[in-house]
T-cell receptor
Framework: GAVVSQHPSRVICKSGTSVKIECRSLDFQATTMFWYRQFPKQSLMLMATSNEGSKATYEQGVEKDKFLINHASLTLSTLTVTSAHPEDSSFYIC????????????FGQGTRLTVV | GDSVTQMEGPVTLSEEAFLTINCTYTATGYPSLFWYVQYPGEGLQLLLKATKADDKGSNKGFEATYRKETTSFHLEKGSVQVSDSAVYFCALSDEASGGSYIPTFGRGTSLIVHP
């Protein structure tokens, strides 16, 4: 089956620093990737949708300058949390859709970000 | 817009009990329906899917049938195990909503299975 690899799985950083999270589709090409944020015991909150080679579409309330998304190739999207603060601590999950057009999205393992 | 409603948890069962997690949806088009499972500290895994009415998705003893007339996709398992303890998300993707198949998720239902 389709595999999405997300890295790192855990990261601890200091306030004010930036953190980059990578999302790779390993055995398929992904035209569209999604970035989610999940708070404890809550559902997924869609942050943005990125299409290869174009700017990401951010959901209402998500700061574009704080959460930088780049989808430079059909197999890689990155989320950079800039000038991180403790309130950015969360579980971030990416997912990707196959360019062949199948409707399901495949998910990465998630990244636990802790800002101290 | 599209939406997914699933029963609130947690659902607590004893091992070998029958499981039902209800899920209903609203959609502008003809969506595909999914159940995903999330184990603690991990991302989501696709559990099963159905792409058209009356389709039954099944995997690992779990089943769900796409019921267009009742707009439902209830998840069932005849005999749960402790290892099934996880959070289950019902979801849909609908090309009619912009063509990008952005998945719409329910809030998740936590399942706890006791030995």
């Amino acid at each position: 089956g389709a595999v999405v690899s997300q890295h790192p799985s855990r990261v601890i950083c200091k306030s004010g620093t930036s953190v980059k999270i990578e999302c790779r589709s390993l055995d398929f090409q992904a035209t569209t990737m999604f970035w989610y944020r999940q708070f404890p015991k809550q559902s997924l909150m869609l942050m943005a949708t990125s299409n290869e080679g174009s700017k990401a579409t951010y959901e209402q309330g998500v700061e574009k300058d704080k959460f930088l998304i780049n989808h430079a190739s059909l197999t890689l999207s990155t989320l950079t949390v800039t000038s991180a603060h403790p309130e950015d601590s969360s579980f971030y999950i990416c997912s990707a859709r196959d360019v062949q057009g199948s409707p399901e999205a495949f998910f990465g393992q998630g990244t636990r970000l802790t800002v101290v | 817009g599209d939406s997914v409603t699933q029963m609130e948890g947690p659902v607590t069962l004893s091992e070998e009990a029958f499981l039902t997690i209800n899920c209903t949806y609203t959609a502008t088009g003809y969506p595909s329906l999914f159940w995903y499972v999330q184990y603690p500290g991990e991302g989501l895994q696709l559990l099963l899917k159905a792409t058209k009415a009356d389709d039954k998705g099944s995997n690992k003893g779990f089943e769900a049938t796409y019921r267009k007339e009742t707009t439902s996709f209830h998840l069932e398992k005849g005999s749960v195990q402790v290892s099934d303890s996880a959070v289950y998300f019902c979801a849909l993707s609908d090309e009619a909503s912009g063509g990008s198949y952005i998945p719409t998720f329910g809030r998740g239902t936590s399942l706890i299975v006791h030995p």
